[in-house]
C-alpha cells in the first residue's frame, strides 16, 4: 500500500477527468483551430489539419497522462499510439464537417468554418474522452490502484444557426 501512495495523487474521478481534459485538451483544441485556419492560408486545409492534428495530439496526450488521467508521468509509446488511433479519427470527423460544410455552403465565411470546426471538435473530443479514459490509460489507472468506473460524458447542446448568411453578418 505505501509503494502505491508514494506514486503520488491516485487517479481523478470521472468528473476531475472530464474537467482537467476540457481544459488540457479544450485549450489545445481551441489553439489548433486557429493555427488550421492560419495554416491553410498557405497549404490545402485537409494537409493543415493533419499536421495541426499530429503536433495537437502529442502534446495534449502528454497533458492528458501528466494531469488528466493520473497516469503519474511521461505518456508511454503505447499511449501515444492509441491517442493517435482516436485522434485520426477525430481527424476524419472535423474533414468530414468541413466537406459537408463545402457542400451545403458555396463560400462560407471564417466565422462559419470555426463553428463547423469547433462543433465537430467537441463531439470527437468528447469521445476522445471516452476512449481515452476506458482504454488508453485504463492500465495505469489501475496500475495505480484506481479502479474502474463508470463514466458519464455530459453532452451540451451548441445552437447553431439555421441561416449561414446570418452568422456571417453577425460577426
Known amino acids: 500500500m505505501e509503494a502505491v501512495q508514494s506514486r503520488g495523487e491516485a487517479a481523478p474521478g470521472a468528473f ?3 474537467a482537467r481534459f476540457v481544459l488540457c485538451g479544450g485549450g489545445v483544441g481551441v489553439a489548433s483551430s486557429f493555427a488550421v485556419a492560419a495554416l491553410a492560408a498557405w497549404v490545402p486545409w485537409a494537409l493543415a489539419n493533419a499536421l495541426i492534428t499530429v503536433v495537437s495530439t502529442l502534446l495534449a496526450t502528454e497533458l492528458h497522462a501528466r494531469f488528466t488521467f493520473g497516469a503519474g ?3 508511454t509509446w503505447r499511449q501515444h499510439v492509441q491517442s493517435g488511433g482516436s485522434a485520426a479519427a477525430a481527424y476524419a470527423v472535423t ?6 460544410l463545402q457542400l451545403l455552403v458555396a463560400a462560407p465565411c471564417a466565422v462559419l468554418e470555426q463553428v463547423v470546426y469547433l462543433s465537430a471538435s467537441g463531439l470527437a473530443g468528447a469521445a476522445r474522452f471516452v476512449v481515452l479514459r476506458l482504454v488508453v490509460f485504463a492500465r495505469s489507472r489501475s496500475a495505480a490502484g484506481g479502479a474502474r468506473a463508470a463514466v458519464s460524458v455530459p453532452v451540451h447542446r451548441v445552437p447553431v444557426a ?5 452568422l ?3 460577426a
Not at 162 to 166: H, S
Open 162 to 166: 439555421a441561416d449561414a448568411d446570418a
Open 95 to 100: 474533414c468530414g464537417a468541413m466537406l459537408v
Open 16 to 18: 476531475g477527468a472530464f
Open 168 to 170: 456571417c453578418r453577425a
Open 73 to 75: 508521468g511521461r505518456a
